[in-house]
């Protein structure tokens, strides 16, 4: 007999009977509750039972080779047909066949001759029963993989706490498997404890339990598994409560945090020290001189910071490498650490800047005694690859609560002192004072003014003659900066050009001088008068590798004549970089530019190296100048710089010259062109012309 298809039904039934006559009657009442199938066989019914999986079968037990009780057992024996739901049907009426269909598996017993409307409800029925089982164990099968899948460990209990379900991540997180720990306590299989007092842990899922509520996992709890091993785990416990509001048990979930918490902890690591030597940094830096201020007050104590900071480390680091200087900074944090005992911290600022914070003092003595042990560690060199690098260190110290009572104060005097040091010499310690503070305050304002006035370009030039020492006729101008403050007073270039080389403001600076003194200049021609203007060129000026061509462009931007610029620089500057200072002189000369030694004595350069330079005026600096007729020294030493300027063939201008008597000397020596006091102060642009017309009319 053929299968009936419905259009629109997904249910299956299986008929099966030897008898046509029943199957035609089957078909005429079910044919449009399912699509139907028949079978007159037991083979033949297993082979569509395997084949279509039908929600239910209606089996007929008398049949000839195979009757429907063998059927039955095969159909339950076979994993894919196990859970088809069966109804038996026949004509014995005695009860004994009824238990026996029951027995077997069968869910109901229809007795034949069937009545046409009980039988059709009766199968209707069966059949939405089996459809609604099938659904259950579908949707409990896709629970059961969805917690087997998920990443988190899930275990279930009942009421009691007894383990009623666990997910394979929860079987190896704890070791157990999920058939050995079914009615097993929670506790026994799940065995927590906190990570720091190893003290063992309440399971949440009884604070569940008991308050009905989601509950979450203690911190710092730590997992202990069947094998001892150990993990780091969170999450939460909760009640199972149904739609009616009934608890059947708890789901606790969890999972490994053991990596996360290793990783947050090296992050917080990092976030609070130096990568290259792993101490402190600037935020935990700050935490520690926290506590040590709060302790020092509770005991009545001392702390004192130490600012240390590596002289002339950028010096070495450019020569050497980052690399090998990274290196060095790791051997320098080692010795530092050498000498620190438990209760101090040492921390690195970054670059070449290190903290010390002691504490628990009771005098400045010991702080003393400290710095004394740091500045021993540098005295015997660094060694690497058979190289020597010798090392000095200049030293801050603030003292808390004598000098400041905050962490920013304690640091900023710190920095202050260790300013002083490095002003004095470096390679010393020097202790914070109100004095010392002032004198910070005073400098800070300076720079202030000095940016201030570079930025708004009102930065004066004052222009100093040069004459010829037996004519008296005007040969030149020096260009001179000069700053006023907001009171309207002059500040001394002995305080702010140092400052504008700490601060890098010299080459600013230096560029508006130039600028102004060649307009001054041009100025001067269009008047008539045919003065030439040197202006000093600072060693970070002449350093950088646009100076020639700034100069140039300005010349041809203002059509000054290059013969009416003199530069002036120091000897330092020269001895930068020999080979870089002879390729920069050569385009200047070549430009036609003047060049001058500035300061010539006070410097370190040999003759061999200034007979290479191309140079053309040699000045003698005021500090000989100014004791030639009293110190038998600085008149061998002038008189030495006038007989190399002649045998070299070079101009000389002496400085500073304020006497008269000065004026004989030189010239008696041979010095032909001087300036000074004696002959005239520098003058502002307004004044030097002044002085021009008045030098004409003379």
């Not at 399912?34 to 079978?39: G, Q, S």
């Not at 969805?146 to 666990?166: E, N």
């Not at 009884?206 to 709890?221: G, I």
């Not at 002649?646 to 000389?652: D, P, T, V």
Request: with cysteine; charged share 20%; net charge negative.
């Amino acid at each position: 007999m053929q299968s009936t298809q419905s259009d629109g039904l997904a249910a299956k039934i299986l008929l099966v009977d030897d008898q046509t006559s029943s199957l035609l009657l089957l078909r005429e009442l079910l044919h449009n509750l399912a699509t139907l199938y028949f079978a007159t066989n037991g083979p033949h019914a297993l082979e569509l039972a395997r084949q279509h999986r039908p929600e239910l079968i209606v089996l007929d037990i008398e049949m000839p080779g195979m009757d429907g009780f063998a059927v039955c057992r095969a159909l339950k024996a076979d994993p894919i047909t196990s859970d088809i739901a069966i109804v038996f049907m026949t004509s014995h009426i005695d009860i004994e066949h009824e238990i026996t269909s029951l027995s077997e598996g069968g869910i109901d017993f229809l007795r034949k001759p069937l009545h046409a409307v009980s039988s059709r409800i009766r199968i209707k029925n069966l059949l939405d029963l089996s459809r609604y089982s099938r659904q259950v164990v579908a949707e409990k099968e896709w629970l059961k993989v969805t917690l087997d899948s998920i990443g988190d460990a899930v275990i279930a209990t009942d009421l009691d706490g007894k383990i009623s379900f666990m997910n394979p991540i929860a079987e190896r997180m704890t070791g157990w498997l999920a058939r050995e720990v079914l009615g097993r306590p929670i506790e026994e299989v799940m065995q927590l404890r906190d990570a720091h007092t190893l003290e063992p842990h309440w399971n949440p899922i009884y604070f569940a339990l008991k308050e009905q509520r989601v509950v979450a996992m203690a911190l710092n709890c730590q997992l202990v598994s069947r094998s001892g091993q150990l993990f780091q785990v969170e999450d939460s416990a909760a009640p199972i409560i149904d739609r009616n509001g009934q608890c059947h048990g708890s789901i606790v979930v969890f999972h490994d945090v053991s990596e996360s918490m290793a990783l947050a902890l090296k992050m917080s690591h990092l976030a609070n020290h130096d990568p290259l030597t792993n101490l402190p940094n600037r935020v935990l830096l700050y935490d520690r001189i926290e506590q040590a201020l709060k302790r020092a007050e509770q005991l009545h104590h001392k702390s004192a910071l130490l600012l240390i900071d590596l002289d002339n480390f950028k010096y070495i680091n450019d020569s050497i490498g980052h690399n090998l200087g990274d290196l060095l900074i790791k051997h320098v944090s080692e010795r530092l650490s050498s000498i620190c005992a438990a209760g101090t911290t040492l921390a690195r600022l970054g670059g070449d800047e290190f903290v010390l914070v002691l504490q628990e003092l009771w005098s400045v003595e010991e702080v003393s005694l400290f710095a004394s042990q740091v500045h021993s560690q540098f005295q015997q060199a660094f060694v690497w690859e058979d190289k020597k690098y010798q090392m000095t260190v200049s030293i801050g110290v603030s003292i808390f609560p004598d000098d400041a009572q905050t962490i920013e104060m304690l640091m900023r005097h710190a920095d202050v002192a260790m300013f002083k040091a490095k002003s004095e010499g470096r390679n010393r310690t020097s202790f914070f004072s109100e004095e010392l503070e002032q004198h910070m305050i005073h400098r800070h304002q300076l720079e202030l003014l000095l940016r201030d006035t570079l930025a708004n370009q009102q930065l004066q030039v004052h222009y100093q003659p040069k004459l010829c020492l037996k004519t008296g006729k005007l040969l030149g101008a020096e260009a001179l900066a000069r700053l006023k403050n907001q009171q309207g007073h002059w500040v001394s270039p002995v305080e702010f050009i140092p400052l504008a080389e700490e601060t890098g403001l010299i080459t600013e600076l230096g560029l508006q001088v130039l600028r102004r003194a060649c307009k001054e200049c041009l100025s001067w021609r269009q008047l008539g008068f045919q003065v030439p203007v040197s202006v000093n060129i600072a060693a970070p000026q002449f350093a950088n590798p646009q100076l020639v061509r700034q100069i140039l462009n300005l010349l041809t931007e203002l059509q000054l004549p290059a013969s009416m610029l003199e530069l002036e620089v120091t000897e330092s500057a020269l001895m930068l970089d020999v080979s870089k200072t002879q390729n920069i002189l050569s385009q200047l000369k070549a430009a036609g530019i003047c060049i001058s030694i500035d300061d010539f004595g006070t410097g370190y350069s040999s003759l061999s190296y200034l007979k290479k330079f191309q140079v053309d005026v040699l000045k003698i600096d005021k500090s000989f100048v100014h004791e030639m007729l009293t110190d038998k020294g600085d008149m061998e030493i002038v008189k030495a710089v006038i007989s190399l300027a002649q045998s070299m063939n070079l101009q000389l201008v002496a400085e500073g010259i304020e006497l008269e008597a000065q004026t004989h000397k030189l010239l008696e020596l041979g010095c032909q062109v001087g300036q000074g006091f004696f002959y005239s102060k520098p003058l502002s642009a307004k004044d030097f012309k002044a002085y021009l017309q008045q030098k004409t009319t003379a």
